[in-house]
């Protein structure tokens, strides 16, 4: 079984355009917490999948894309996240088969 992990990923992109396609490609794989940061669980493979896609979007010498690793997913995140101001909630992933 392949441990999923929490990510943080934000992003700081100039043009509207890649802006757009990177927000697009973060959508379905997490939550979007603020304008430019997704709240992610991902297992090793679609991280890779996720960074291969940026990577491709993005203008290396203009752009930022910050991914960090905030430990595995089964492990509750109190005291690992603060809150000031309204609190983030975690949306609740459902598969329907």
Same mark, same amino acid.
């Given at each position: 079984m392949t441990t999923r992990r929490h990510y943080i990923v934000s992003y700081d992109i100039s043009d509207d355009k890649r802006r757009t396609k990177v927000f697009e490609s973060l959508l379905g794989r997490g939550d979007h917490a603020q304008f430019s940061v997704f709240f992610c669980q991902l297992n090793p493979q +679609? @991280?890779?999948e996720l960074r291969s896609e940026i990577i491709s979007i993005v203008h290396h010498t203009e752009d930022q894309v910050l991914v960090?690793? @905030?430990g595995p997913?089964?492990?509750? @995140? +109190?005291g690992g996240i603060e809150y000031i101001g309204k609190p983030f909630r975690v949306s609740t992933r459902v598969i329907v088969v």
């Open positions: +679609e @991280l890779a960090v690793d @905030l997913a089964h492990n509750p @995140l +109190e």
